[in-house]
């Protein structure tokens, strides 16, 4: 399938100057992810003259998504983050890690900031259905020991969904 074809929705993140370099960050640390294309505008724009600004379509974990580099007209906030699903503790460690090379900060809850300050949600699979237990008090003991950590401990977790 083409490219354009693959989605009719997609998400589109706008950087400054670094949409290619993230682009080839996120796809060296994903499977099944790559840089599709880049492409520079070759028409003179408010972002700068011809050549200057480029979109980048790339796919993360078979997604397609796209980022155009076109000046500091927006920066992210955490209104916006990436949400990453992991099966256990070494994936969420791997790709916790892999997210802070190079300037990233970490945040609470899971949550971490990428050094192109894209916002990040590293979080264990399982944490949707325990957060969603019919047991409120379970629900409960889970998000009191989610909102102590920063990076998220798989076992502390399900320790305190079963005490």
Same mark, same amino acid.
């Given at each position: 399938?083409?490219?354009?074809?693959?989605?009719?929705?997609?998400?589109?993140?706008?950087?400054?100057?670094?949409?290619?370099?993230?682009?080839?960050?996120?796809?060296?640390?994903?499977?099944?992810?790559?840089?599709?294309?880049?492409?520079?505008?070759?028409?003179?724009?408010?972002?700068?003259?011809?050549?200057?600004?480029?979109?980048?379509d790339f796919t993360?974990?078979?997604?397609?998504?796209?980022?155009?580099?076109?000046?500091?007209?927006?920066?992210?906030?955490?209104?916006?983050?990436?949400?990453? =699903?992991?099966? &256990?503790? $070494?994936?969420?460690? @791997?790709?916790?890690? !892999? %997210? +802070?090379?190079?300037?990233?900060?970490?945040? *609470?809850?899971?949550?971490?900031?990428?050094?192109?300050?894209?916002?990040?949600?590293?979080?264990?699979?399982?944490?949707?259905?325990?957060? =969603?237990?019919? &047991?409120? $008090?379970?629900?409960? @003991?889970?998000?009191? !020991? %989610? +909102?102590?950590?920063?990076?998220?401990?798989? *076992?502390?977790?399900?320790?305190?969904?079963?005490?």
């Open positions: 399938m083409a490219l354009g074809e693959r989605s009719k929705i997609f998400t589109h993140l706008w950087y400054a100057k670094e949409a290619e370099e993230a682009a080839r960050f996120y796809a060296s640390i994903f499977p099944d992810s790559r840089v599709d294309r880049v492409t520079p505008l070759l028409s003179d724009s408010p972002s700068g003259p011809p050549g200057s600004v480029k979109v980048v993360l974990f078979g997604q397609r998504f796209q980022a155009i580099s076109a000046g500091p007209h927006h920066e992210f906030n955490d209104a916006i983050s990436m949400v990453v =699903r992991c099966d &256990d503790q $070494a994936e969420l460690d @791997r790709y916790w890690t !892999a %997210l +802070l090379e190079g300037g990233g900060k970490e945040q *609470a809850c899971g949550w971490l900031i990428d050094r192109f300050g894209l916002r990040w949600q590293i979080v264990p699979a399982i944490l949707d259905e325990m957060m =969603r237990d019919k &047991d409120l $008090a379970r629900s409960k @003991r889970v998000s009191d !020991a %989610l +909102l102590k950590m920063a990076k998220l401990d798989i *076992a502390a977790l399900e320790k305190a969904y079963r005490s």
